[in-house]
């Protein structure tokens, strides 16, 4: 759930590593024994008005940053039925998560999930619209190297409204590993809504997009 990867047939191995923003963090894991469920789901039926938008990362390897916010705020939106609906800013994440006190965040080289949970929990994140192209924050760090500076309070950075830090911790949370149970995962995205994932790029799979390009 959230895992959107974009690429050109053209962009070299250097550029294509780059965009691959998961940085690798080794958990302990605790397994879960669950029974087996084959019901149908749909979250778009459970949660009509909490799934947000599909993002852009641009040229920024800003993948954590735009999977861990897109969680973040469906569990805000569904833990409080649909009252809290607030599209966070991944442009505040990178901006202000970075550096030894959110180990596992930098910018647009990468970070890890968790750490953007555990971000905007203690320090709160800003907001954006419509596809975070507008709004009090909206994401301006697509060329890579574009990376304003952290801005908690006065004036948005893209709009003339006061900054609004939208607090936000899990109430259920864990780690899923690949020899988790898949219901285990099926189970905790039907009651508590979706989950960041990662996966290992191998060269099979540059190879595949550099001869289907539009995927």
Not at 90 to 97: D, E
Not at 121 to 135: A, D, P, Y
Not at 185 to 201: E, H, N, R, T
Request: glycine fraction near 8%.
């Amino acid at each position: 759930h959230h895992l959107v990867l974009l690429f050109r047939a053209e962009r070299c191995d250097q550029e294509m590593n780059h965009l691959l923003g998961f940085v690798v963090v080794v958990l302990a894991c605790t397994m879960v024994a669950v029974r087996a469920d084959s019901s149908d789901f749909d979250a778009r039926t459970k949660w009509p008005s909490c799934i947000p938008p599909v993002m852009n990362q641009g040229n920024c390897g800003s993948c954590y940053a735009f999977s861990g916010i897109e969680v973040l705020s469906s569990h805000m939106c569904i833990a409080t039925n649909g009252n809290k609906d607030v599209l966070l800013s991944p442009q505040h994440v990178v901006s202000c998560a970075s550096g030894s006190a959110w180990n596992g965040a930098t910018g647009c080289d990468g970070g890890w999930p968790a750490q953007v949970y555990n971000f905007v929990k203690n320090s709160g994140c800003t907001s954006c619209t419509s596809r975070c192209t507008s709004g009090c924050n909206r994401y301006v760090s697509g060329d890579g190297r574009t990376i304003p500076s952290c801005r908690t309070s006065g004036t948005c950075p893209s709009s003339s409204s006061s900054i609004t830090l939208h607090k936000w911790g899990f109430s259920q949370a864990g780690y899923f590993y690949p020899d988790t149970p898949i219901t285990a995962i099926q189970l905790y995205i039907k009651q508590f809504g979706p989950i960041s994932a990662a996966f290992m790029v191998t060269q099979q799979f540059y190879d595949f997009f550099n001869s289907n390009p539009a995927g």
